[in-house]
């Protein structure tokens, strides 16, 4: 008797720590005050809770919380408020949609086999699909939205039917108000400014800064002038890293 | 009764750190982001939100930050209902952030410097003006920023 209480004691524990097979939204994690809204009032999260399609989920300060959607994690930061509005699990499709009021989540989203998986998170402003990758995601209506592929690659499409592939460390930025997005090169432009030394530079370095100036990278106009074309081809770049040994 | 005596320990430890969340704040929050304009009072108990202080009333808060020199002294007298104007949200960030970033909010410390040395340090756009009326989703966006900046994001 006392093995059989121990074998379904085991059988639960590794039910509960696994993923659900089934559509599910289940809190994974909480810290500080996390809440979710039912029958118009704020409740709190708990630690194992399982919740619907249609929750919406509020933190506050020093506050998140991690979310297991369909195998995919859904880590909600402080001062955020999202909505889930879609969670469906079937043998062939998994589909997500999450709506971002303000705030910021980051998604860590798994490629489950041939599962055909959609995981689409929503701002006023434009949406990101996400397929096998990480990414933050945030939106306020002074900044607009910023999406971070910290890992893959995603599409975000505007209100205005604009998309785009985000991948690398690329930075999308779509303010409020603008009808296209800022260029994916911003991130990396605004933090590229270079001051020179000039005491400390050599002599090809003081001949591109009199031809160039100190803001060489300002000259990108989008993405795609990152790559040269040479006869309608696109020139590709080897870096070849090697490691000397000691 | 052991079993029992268990059931109780597990619904205690579960129910505990979540009957210690303070749902005012979310409703607060939740509430504020649904305000067309923002109040001085919501951004004096957001204030004091982030920085641990207890908001028991708005008059002790005022004080409080006012003590912290987060609110200046002018405005310690404001109305609570009054609509948050940028330029006093923004001189309580460069005030609670110790911003120095801009050499002319360096010099003259004033509304209007704190809303540059604010768009320098990314806390705000730098394309509004100091009297534009804040609306409840940019106050907990400012605030969000603000909250990065203070390291309460990790």
């Known amino acids: ?246 | 009764m052991k079993y029992k005596l268990w059931l109780f320990f597990v619904i205690i430890v579960f129910a505990i750190p979540a009957a210690a969340q303070d749902m005012g704040n979310i409703a607060f929050i939740a509430d504020l982001s649904a305000k067309k304009e923002a109040a001085f009072s919501d951004a004096v108990k957001f204030f004091a939100m982030i920085s641990g202080k207890k908001h028991a009333n708005l008059e002790q808060t005022i004080k409080d930050l006012q003590h912290d020199k987060i609110i200046a002294p002018a405005d310690a007298a404001a109305d609570g209902a009054a609509p948050l104007r940028r330029g006093t949200l923004a001189f309580m960030a460069a005030r609670y952030l110790r911003l120095g970033d801009s050499l002319m909010y360096a010099i003259f410390k004033n509304k209007r410097y704190a809303v540059t040395a604010c768009a320098a340090a990314g806390i705000m756009r730098g394309d509004t003006g100091q009297w534009d009326i804040i609306t409840g989703s940019e106050l907990i966006e400012v605030m969000g920023k603000i909250h990065e900046k203070t390291g309460g994001d990790q």
Not at chain 1, 168 to 189: C, I, K, T
Not at chain 1, 196 to 223: C, S
């Open chain 1, 1 to 246: 008797m006392k093995r059989l209480r121990k074998g379904l004691l085991l059988a639960a524990m590794i039910v509960y720590s696994t993923t659900p097979a089934f559509s599910a939204i289940l809190v994974v994690s909480t810290k500080g005050d996390a809440a979710y809204k039912e029958g118009g009032h704020w409740k709190p999260l708990a630690k194992g809770q399982e919740l619907k399609e249609g929750v919406q989920i509020s933190t506050g300060v020093n506050s998140q919380a991690v979310l297991n959607i369909d195998e995919h994690m859904l880590t909600i930061k402080p001062l955020t408020m999202i909505k889930v509005y879609k969670n469906s699990l079937s043998k062939s499709a998994s589909e997500n949609n999450i709506g971002l009021k303000y705030g910021s989540v980051n998604a860590r989203v798994k490629r489950i086999g041939a599962l055909k998986t959609k995981f689409n998170i929503t701002t006023p402003v434009a949406t990101s699909s996400v397929r096998g990758t990480n990414e933050d995601v945030g939106y306020g209506p002074l900044s607009g939205m910023f999406i971070r592929v910290n890992e893959g690659s995603i599409g975000a499409t505007d209100n205005n039917g604009g998309s785009r592939i985000v991948s690398g460390r690329s930075l999308y930025q779509l303010l409020w108000g603008n009808v296209r997005p800022e260029n994916l090169a911003s991130g990396l432009r605004n933090n590229s400014i270079t001051l020179f030394h000039l005491g400390n530079i050599t002599d090809e370095e003081k001949d591109a800064l009199n031809k160039y100036g100190d803001q060489i990278t300002d000259n990108f106009e989008d993405n795609a002038n990152f790559l040269d074309t040479v006869a309608g081809r696109l020139t590709t770049v080897t870096v070849d890293l090697q490691w000397q040994p000691y």
